[in-house]
């Protein structure tokens, strides 16, 4: 009788273990860098801590308590004026994975090892660092490799160039970090480690569990290789926000995937802006686009939107960002689309890093050349932040920073003659109601007329393919869509005389910036 009790007494003090309800531990001041809390070093006071949904600030020692279940990550949410460590592959080391009894089992892709029984103390270490409220991170959409020859494509042809890059904060990937293949995704971490700077992450589509059956477990295999799926972090006076926005799989069908939010995630959301000021910028990131184009059939959940919205409405200065499209647009949303505020919200919807699914032609790089559907090269951004004001700069992968327009003309016209031929810029960067301007030779500056199309100079690419005589190597690009950034203009051809002209365009961005790009075309007396 005494065998059997102490043995449903370990049963229960075991099952007990398991079924802790509490975190505690300490947000502490790591002076030398070892990431162990030690005797001599202090707790950071105020310094907020999250399971995920709650979020709590630690007490004048740096303690803190959270409620768990048996399925948490809990992180420190950075704050200015500290840095986090990072491990050997440039990974902001913000978490703890509290799983007792691990990720489901029967996922084709591992999720993470039972954890057991939490620590007596889950601490977190912040080392002291000087921030300016004016810097630069790297932003990257959808690297997206499918093989490890694409992983090897996104290496030389993006990484390569940023290798040891100077004066920047920190880097962002926008989701799609493999394609499907999530054993992909330590090759992608080696890759991208390669920048040198602190390398943040979120989930996109390609990154799920496909295997699982609810939506808060199609993040197992991402958690386990990247932390949490929703989390925040201060720099400067900026706020980010890191919000997976896949439903997975669609409640509407149980298929697929839809965008939008768990009730969880914008709790999360809600408790942490509670603690934000709201002088801060806020940026939110996450995969899909909040753009809704149909009613019946929304690529977005209306509802969750309009929540994420009204969470925001206090909030003078924000900025959302997003990938998935591999296109580059500007999305603005105003009160008819359930924005609060006179200014409408600014979402930029990143091009991409592996462009067009990695297609096209090969370049001089020995990559494919991947220009997007819409006529945006493929490539990265640079988002600057000044106290609470930003830019985005757009820089295409292996080219010079100044090419931010693509020009399409005809490479001869007649002379005497009226042409229907027209000049095409394509302002990578651009959105409907910026100036874009045009003149061949000397003449006057005169505006062009915004229109979308598709950019008859990517269309020139696709053409080729369909074209050529023999297969080309590769893969032939996908087919042209509508740009959002196209302008076009006429040739006054008969006012020309014969010989070369030269085409000059003029573009002005929302943030100020002003680029030109210009190319040539010949004017000829037609045959007799």
């Known amino acids: 009788m005494k065998i059997l009790?102490?043995?449903?007494?370990?049963?229960?003090?075991?099952?007990?273990?398991?079924?802790?309800?509490?975190?505690?531990?300490?947000?502490?001041?790591d002076i030398n860098a070892n990431s162990k809390k030690e005797y001599k070093e202090k707790g950071i006071a105020g310094v907020a801590v999250s399971n995920g949904v709650n979020v709590v600030q630690t007490d004048s020692k740096g303690y803190y308590e959270l409620p768990v279940g048996k399925d948490n990550i809990l992180f420190v949410i950075k704050p200015t004026g500290y840095r986090v460590p990072v491990n050997a592959a440039n990974q902001?080391?913000?978490?703890?994975?509290h799983k007792p009894l691990g990720s489901p089992a029967g996922f084709k892709y591992k999720g993470s090892e039972p954890t057991g029984k939490l620590p007596k103390s889950v601490d977190f270490a912040l080392i002291p660092y000087e921030e300016s409220t004016k810097f630069t991170s790297l932003l990257f959409g959808d690297p997206q490799a499918y093989t490890?020859?694409?992983?090897?494509?996104?290496?030389?042809?993006?990484?390569?160039?940023?290798?040891?890059?100077?004066?920047?904060?920190?880097?962002?990937?926008?989701?799609?970090?493999?394609?499907?293949?999530l054993g992909l995704h330590s090759p992608y971490i080696k890759a991208v480690s390669e920048v040198g700077v602190p390398w943040y992450n979120l989930i996109g589509n390609h990154d799920m569990n496909y295997d699982a059956k609810t939506d808060s477990l199609s993040d197992e295999t991402y958690e386990r290789n990247f932390g949490p799926a929703n989390y925040s972090f201060n720099y400067g006076n900026a706020h980010f926000v890191v919000l997976d926005d896949i439903l997975y799989p669609d409640p509407r069908d149980g298929k697929s995937y839809w965008g939008g939010f768990r009730k969880d995630q914008l709790d999360f959301l809600e408790n942490d802006l509670k603690l934000v000021s709201k002088d801060k910028l806020v940026v939110l990131a996450f995969h899909i686009p909040l753009f809704i184009e149909e009613e019946e059939n929304s690529p977005f959940r209306k509802e969750d939107r309009q929540r994420f919205f009204d969470l925001l409405?206090?909030?003078?200065?924000?900025?959302?960002?997003?990938?998935?499209?591999?296109?580059?647009?500007?999305?603005f949303y105003g009160k008819a689309?359930?924005?609060?505020?006179?200014?409408?919200?600014?979402?930029?919807?990143?091009?991409?890093?592996?462009?067009?699914?990695?297609?096209?032609?090969?370049?001089?790089?020995?990559?494919?050349?991947?220009?997007?559907?819409d006529g945006t090269p493929k490539g990265y951004a640079f988002l600057t932040i000044d106290n609470n004001k930003y830019k985005i700069d757009y820089k295409v992968a292996g080219k010079s920073k100044e090419y931010q327009i693509e020009i399409f003309s005809p490479k001869v016209v007649a002379s005497g003659r009226n042409t229907s031929a027209q000049v095409f810029a394509n302002f990578f960067m651009g959105a409907e109601g910026d100036k874009v301007e045009y003149r061949i030779d000397d003449s006057k500056w005169s505006p062009m007329t915004y229109v979308e199309d598709a950019d008859p100079s990517y269309m020139t690419k696709v053409y080729k393919w369909d074209l050529a005589d023999q297969l080309l190597r590769g893969r032939r690009p996908s087919n042209g869509v509508e740009s959002t950034h196209l302008w076009r203009g006429s040739i006054p051809a008969r006012k020309l005389k014969a010989g070369?002209?030269?085409?000059?365009?003029?573009?002005?961005?929302?943030?100020?910036?002003?680029?030109?790009?210009?190319q040539s075309f010949n004017v000829e007396e037609p045959a007799k």
């Not at 075991?14 to 505690?24: I, L, P, V």
């Not at 998935?324 to 647009?329: C, D, G, P, S, V």
């Open 92 to 97: 902001p080391a913000f978490y703890y994975i």
């Open 500 to 518: 070369t002209h030269k085409i000059q365009v003029r573009a002005t961005d929302m943030f100020g910036n002003v680029f030109t790009q210009e």
């Open 313 to 331: 409405k206090d909030y003078p200065n924000t900025l959302s960002m997003s990938a998935h499209t591999h296109l580059q647009r500007h999305n």
């Open 5 to 29: 009790l102490s043995v449903l007494i370990g049963l229960f003090v075991g099952s007990e273990g398991f079924a802790q309800t509490k975190a505690k531990g300490y947000v502490f001041e």
């Open 337 to 373: 689309d359930g924005w609060h505020q006179e200014k409408p919200h600014h979402e930029y919807n990143a091009g991409t890093t592996s462009g067009d699914w990695y297609s096209g032609e090969f370049n001089e790089q020995g990559v494919p050349a991947s220009t997007m559907r």
């Open 148 to 181: 490890l020859q694409e992983v090897d494509y996104f290496a030389k042809g993006v990484v390569a160039e940023l290798k040891g890059i100077k004066n920047i904060a920190f880097g962002l990937s926008l989701g799609d970090l493999v394609g499907d293949n």
